[in-house]
């Protein structure tokens, strides 16, 4: 039996285990075509009719009438013909079309204790100055904006603000290292940059305004002016030639949409690399537009006048697609929240947001429901609030553990939809389209593609791979629109790292399968597959056998070098609040999990070894830094990523991941070590 097949007996549960929420004919879909399979044939067989048929809902200055241009592949143009503006899109044609005393976007911070309610006419206004403020420090059409902002409303605004001025935005995390802000003001060459004078994480203050000067003083690209937010929180002291946001905005003359070609594009969003200089993923405008508002009521299920709320960051593709473009595009209501899933102040935050504001979706990572889980296994805090108007929950980001699907599935008793996709591709390559046909729930897969996505899954010999059998994941070309066209100002690599590997298809870095059943299993980045003794096994497999385990809030395994086998995969696990945390539970546990890899998966998965620690390294995104630790245990000089969300994690893991090398305990220190480990 192959790894591929192993492991789908493993990922797929039994069926009576799966939840009762399909629909009625999709019980037959095994005799008759549903509905999704149509929309699907219908986006793959002729992409161009299709996609110019759902550009339709857009307005349009000129609206396209020829869908693809081909002529340069893999450089391939969505609707070149057509010119548009995605923030009249946004904002403007709602207010016109009577919906401007609706409610675009509701600011919950927890953090600062305040809550703000944006309608489409008060946010079209306050977009309209802002890009009056950018218009009078001299940005124009194709100008490159940086926006260094937390997540506040003005972040978005400034966003918009850009798009209504025809220039390019390239958001970056508040609060990024000075470093990594230089490399990309170098690589993205910004005019102006916005930002604001702190930020809040947790129960800290962060001043955002000396990074920024360190960060300018350290690049070679020298931006002609900085807008500056000041927060009640925060006062930052101004050098002579920054623009206070609000005395600015308050003489500013509205700016008016301007019209821009279809191809011209709306963003950069840069990838979160671990060395060198990171890729600028270009997003165009009409080709995003169409796509994201095709995407709302089809996958998202959320039509105009419905609240979705997407617990993420405008720093992320997430936070650009659906909290501010797909549901501002839709004529839906968005929440921008600022603040943690926990901690700020509890785990029933996202339950208190959904409940005051009549939420249909929630879209979220699994680490942040990961987290729930660990602070409230029960749901006790859930019992508070009224979630009728709840409908559906989605998780992407990360692969979701089929033991978080569960938990979620059972405390809410609605649909969990796992979906897939990533910064290069701006919106879900797999997912379960809810407004089209809710397919049938399997844990462990993000479900099939979705239209306009033609995945298929090749071998290491260059061919495709049958049902339940392992390989890289790649998609056809053309992209479907909205898609990146290519990397910023750098063509030859966005070749090399995309387009190379598979001709005629786009590599997307992750490893998985097919079951019979055309669901596709996605089981981490290729370069988390590990050789044991010329066994290619997914860490993915092993992890999912470990979050089975009731103790367990979350995990990762990885692969560490072995001198006989290649690598060995190492384990590492969180326990949920509540579970004995003493030496010799922590022992009998990590026995238990080994047992249970060997039983689920076998002796060729080889993992004899799992501790228990108090956290795991994580991107600020939700991402497990799998390599990184594995690169500390095999003693490798590690960069660690500008993304990271707390480096005092990987600080605490180091003597765990490398416990010859780490300083003895003082004489008469017998206590046990916080961290757990067994050796079978």
């Given at each position: 039996?192959?790894?591929?097949a192993?492991?789908?007996?493993?990922?797929?549960?039994?069926a009576?285990?799966?939840?009762?929420?399909?629909?009625?004919?999709?019980?037959?879909?095994?005799f008759?075509?549903?509905?999704?399979?149509?929309?699907?044939?219908?986006?793959?067989?002729?992409?161009?009719?299709?996609?110019?048929?759902?550009?339709?809902?857009?307005?349009?200055?000129?609206?396209?009438?020829?869908a693809?241009?081909?002529?340069?592949?893999?450089?391939?143009?969505?609707?070149?013909?057509?010119?548009?503006?995605?923030a009249?899109?946004?904002?403007?044609?709602?207010?016109?079309?009577?919906?401007?005393?609706?409610?675009?976007?509701?600011?919950?911070?927890?953090?600062?204790?305040?809550r703000?309610?944006?309608?489409?006419r008060?946010?079209?206004?306050?977009?309209?100055?802002?890009a009056?403020?950018?218009?009078?420090?001299?940005?124009?059409?194709?100008?490159?904006?940086?926006?260094?902002?937390?997540?506040?409303?003005?972040?978005?605004?400034?966003?918009?603000?850009?798009?209504?001025?025809?220039?390019?935005?390239?958001?970056?995390?508040?609060?990024?290292?000075?470093?990594?802000l230089?490399?990309?003001?170098?690589?993205?060459?910004?005019?102006?940059?916005?930002?604001?004078?702190?930020?809040?994480?947790?129960?800290?203050?962060?001043?955002?305004?000396?990074?920024?000067?360190?960060?300018?003083e350290?690049?070679?690209?020298?931006p002609?002016?900085?807008?500056?937010?000041?927060?009640?929180?925060?006062?930052?002291e101004?050098?002579?030639?920054?623009?206070?946001?609000?005395?600015?905005?308050?003489?500013?003359?509205?700016?008016?949409?301007?019209?821009?070609?279809?191809?011209?594009?709306?963003?950069?969003?840069?990838?979160?690399?671990?060395?060198?200089?990171?890729?600028?993923?270009?997003?165009?405008?009409?080709?995003?537009?169409?796509?994201?508002?095709?995407?709302?009521?089809?996958?998202?299920?959320?039509?105009?006048?419905?609240?979705?709320?997407t617990?993420?960051?405008?720093?992320?593709?997430?936070?650009?697609?659906?909290?501010?473009?797909?549901?501002?595009?839709?004529?839906?209501?968005?929440?921008?929240?600022?603040?943690?899933?926990?901690?700020?102040?509890?785990?029933g935050?996202?339950w208190?947001?959904?409940?005051?504001n009549?939420?249909?979706?929630?879209f979220?990572?699994p680490?942040?429901?990961?987290?729930?889980?660990k602070?409230?296994?029960?749901?006790?805090?859930?019992?508070?609030?009224?979630?009728?108007k709840?409908?559906?929950?989605?998780?992407?980001g990360?692969?979701l553990?089929?033991?978080?699907?569960?938990?979620?599935?059972?405390?809410?008793?609605?649909?969990?939809?796992?979906?897939?996709?990533?910064?290069?591709?701006?919106?879900?390559?797999?997912?379960?389209?809810?407004?089209?046909?809710?397919l049938?729930?399997?844990p462990?897969?993000?479900?099939?593609p979705?239209?306009?996505?033609?995945?298929?899954?090749?071998g290491?010999?260059?061919?495709?791979?049958?049902?339940?059998?392992?390989?890289?994941?790649?998609?056809?070309?053309?992209?479907?629109?909205?898609?990146?066209p290519?990397?910023?100002?750098?063509?030859?690599?966005?070749?090399?790292?995309?387009m190379?590997?598979f001709?005629?298809?786009?590599?997307?870095?992750?490893?998985?399968?097919?079951?019979?059943?055309?669901?596709?299993?996605?089981?981490?980045?290729?370069?988390?597959?590990?050789?044991?003794?010329?066994?290619?096994l997914?860490?993915?497999?092993?992890?999912?056998?470990?979050?089975?385990?009731?103790?367990?809030?979350?995990?990762?395994?990885?692969?560490?070098?072995?001198?006989?086998?290649?690598?060995?995969?190492?384990?590492?696990?969180?326990?949920?609040?509540?579970?004995?945390?003493?030496?010799?539970?922590?022992?009998?546990?990590?026995?238990e999990?080994?047992?249970?890899?060997?039983?689920?998966?076998?002796?060729?998965?080889?993992?004899?070894?799992?501790?228990?620690?108090?956290?795991?390294?994580?991107?600020?995104?939700?991402?497990?830094?799998r390599?990184?630790?594995g690169?500390?245990?095999?003693?490798?000089?590690?960069v660690?990523?500008?993304t990271?969300?707390?480096?005092?994690v990987l600080?605490?893991?180091?003597?765990?991941?490398?416990?010859?090398?780490?300083?003895?305990?003082?004489?008469?220190?017998a206590?046990?070590?916080?961290?757990?480990a067994?050796?079978?």
């Open positions: 039996m192959s790894a591929g192993c492991r789908s007996r493993i990922l797929v549960a039994p009576a285990k799966w939840p009762a929420f399909t629909r009625d004919n999709d019980v037959a879909r095994g008759s075509v549903g509905i999704y399979d149509e929309v699907f044939r219908a986006s793959v067989t002729d992409p161009e009719a299709f996609w110019l048929d759902a550009a339709s809902v857009i307005d349009w200055s000129v609206p396209p009438t020829q693809l241009d081909s002529t340069n592949p893999p450089f391939y143009r969505w609707f070149p013909d057509g010119e548009l503006n995605v009249y899109n946004a904002l403007d044609r709602h207010v016109e079309s009577g919906r401007g005393e609706q409610a675009a976007l509701i600011y919950d911070s927890p953090v600062t204790n305040s703000r309610v944006y309608t489409y008060e946010l079209r206004d306050e977009v309209a100055a802002f009056g403020v950018l218009a009078d420090q001299g940005v124009v059409k194709g100008d490159l904006v940086v926006i260094y902002m937390p997540m506040i409303p003005e972040a978005a605004i400034a966003m918009l603000a850009c798009a209504r001025l025809g220039a390019v935005h390239s958001v970056v995390f508040g609060g990024f290292a000075p470093k990594e230089a490399i990309r003001i170098d690589d993205a060459k910004p005019k102006v940059i916005v930002s604001a004078s702190c930020g809040i994480e947790g129960k800290k203050v962060i001043p955002y305004v000396p990074l920024l000067t360190k960060a300018i350290l690049a070679e690209h020298k002609e002016k900085r807008i500056i937010l000041q927060r009640a929180q925060l006062t930052a101004l050098a002579p030639d920054d623009v206070d946001w609000a005395t600015a905005i308050a003489t500013a003359t509205p700016a008016d949409p301007v019209q821009v070609n279809a191809t011209d594009p709306l963003y950069i969003l840069y990838t979160s690399g671990t060395t060198g200089k990171p890729k600028g993923v270009v997003r165009d405008s009409g080709g995003y537009a169409v796509a994201l508002a095709w995407t709302m009521p089809n996958i998202y299920s959320i039509q105009p006048g419905e609240t979705m709320f617990a993420s960051d405008v720093g992320w593709v997430v936070g650009h697609s659906y909290i501010v473009y797909a549901p501002l595009l839709t004529g839906s209501t968005t929440i921008l929240y600022e603040g943690k899933p926990v901690g700020t102040p509890d785990a935050q996202f208190r947001v959904a409940a005051e009549n939420v249909k979706s929630i979220t990572a680490t942040a429901f990961r987290a729930i889980k602070e409230d296994p029960h749901g006790e805090f859930l019992a508070k609030y009224d979630l009728s709840l409908e559906y929950l989605f998780l992407a990360e692969r553990d089929p033991e978080t699907y569960h938990w979620a599935t059972e405390l809410l008793g609605i649909p969990v939809i796992d979906h897939w996709w990533q910064t290069e591709s701006g919106y879900p390559i797999v997912a379960n389209p809810t407004g089209i046909e809710l049938e729930l399997k462990g897969t993000p479900t099939r979705m239209p306009g996505w033609d995945v298929k899954v090749m290491l010999d260059g061919k495709p791979a049958g049902p339940n059998t392992d390989g890289a994941i790649v998609i056809k070309l053309p992209l479907p629109p909205g898609a990146l290519t990397l910023w100002n750098d063509d030859e690599r966005f070749v090399a790292s995309y190379s590997a001709p005629g298809y786009y590599l997307t870095g992750d490893g998985g399968f097919f079951d019979d059943d055309g669901y596709l299993y996605v089981m981490g980045r290729t370069d988390d597959v590990i050789n044991v003794a010329g066994h290619r997914s860490t993915g497999s092993m992890e999912e056998v470990l979050a089975g385990h009731p103790d367990v809030a979350e995990c990762a395994v990885f692969g560490i070098s072995d001198p006989m086998k290649g690598q060995l995969p190492r384990g590492l696990v969180v326990l949920k609040s509540g579970v004995p945390n003493d030496y010799e539970s922590e022992k009998r546990l990590c026995a999990l080994v047992k249970m890899v060997r039983e689920q998966i076998g002796a060729v998965a080889a993992l004899k070894e799992v501790s228990v620690v108090a956290a795991l390294p994580k991107t600020r995104s939700g991402k497990i830094l390599k990184t630790m690169n500390i245990a095999d003693g490798q000089t590690i660690v990523p500008s990271i969300d707390d480096a005092s600080d605490a893991l180091r003597p765990v991941l490398r416990p010859e090398h780490t300083t003895p305990a003082a004489d008469g220190d206590s046990p070590k916080a961290e757990t067994i050796g079978v």
